[in-house]
């Protein structure tokens, strides 16, 4: 049975280039960083979990929610193929109980934090909003969508950052985690505009203060799907 399944709906992705340099104290033993034409990608990440379910149960008042988190990609070696995954510099929920049991199971790095989201929809197009509160100061990301959804492209930009399908953490300087994420090939959004306001070194310190002087080099929304997160194990370098 899957540790965890869901719906991964909306999902709002935000990607800067950033120097690989900058993620060497945060890369997991036994990954490298996965790059895409070359450049190294960060991205801000909001979306909605939906009918989630824990070991087959669902838990009261903790099925549906918000989470917005700050990832980076990677890859690894093993059994003559490459394993692209992501490794998460801070994911925030609106609920205690997901960051006690992601951080204490999954070794990952939860912050719970108030949140909220939001959808509205004209004639022509969506918007979707997700928010969250971080030392008093209100975060958002707004991202304005056509109607119409569209595969996503072989060997394109958006499927480098949507197919990525295992978690890496890094638990201390020799212990790295990995756990396998299943989903089918996602479907997106065409983008209209957005608006980023976000404080980088408030929500996740210094080293991603120049975030806050940065301009996306892209943005995508996809349609998401249902998603199951397999258990654990610890991997051998």
């Known amino acids: 049975m ?5 719906n991964w709906n909306n999902l709002a992705l935000i990607n800067y280039v950033i120097n690989p340099k900058m993620l ?6 036994g990954t490298e960083i996965d790059l895409w034409n070359d450049k190294c990608y960060v991205s801000l990440v909001g979306f909605m ?18 989470e917005v988190n700050l990832r980076f990609y990677v890859k690894r070696f093993e059994n003559g193929g490459w394993k692209r ?13 997901l960051s006690l049991i992601a951080n204490t199971w999954y070794k990952e790095h ?28 209100w975060n958002s990301i707004q991202v304005e969508t056509k109607l ?4 996503i492209e072989l060997n394109s930009e958006a499927e480098f950052i949507t197919e990525h399908y295992f978690g890496y953490t890094k638990y201390d300087k020799n212990i790295t985690f990995e756990y396998e994420v299943t989903h089918p090939r996602w479907e997106q959004f065409e983008i209209i505009n957005y608006k ?13 203060a120049f975030l806050n002087e940065s301009k996306p080099v892209s943005v ?9 997160v397999e258990n654990k194990r610890k991997i051998k370098s």
Do not use: C
């Open 49 to 66: 979990f939906n009918n989630t379910k824990l070991l087959g149960l669902k838990i009261p008042f903790h099925i549906n929610f918000e």
């Open 110 to 137: 939860y912050q719970t934090n108030k949140m909220s989201h939001g959808v509205t929809e004209n004639n022509t197009s969506r918007t979707f909003t997700y928010q969250w509160k971080n030392n008093n100061h």
């Open 220 to 228: 995508f929304l996809a349609k998401g799907s249902k998603i199951t």
């Open 24 to 29: 060497n104290k945060y890369l997991p033993k």
């Open 85 to 97: 995954g992501v490794v998460f510099i801070k994911e925030v929920v609106p609920k205690r109980a």
């Open 148 to 151: 119409d959804q569209s595969a």
């Open 2 to 6: 899957s540790f965890l399944t869901a």
């Open 196 to 208: 980023i306001d976000v404080d980088f070194e408030n929500n996740y310190g210094k080293d991603f």
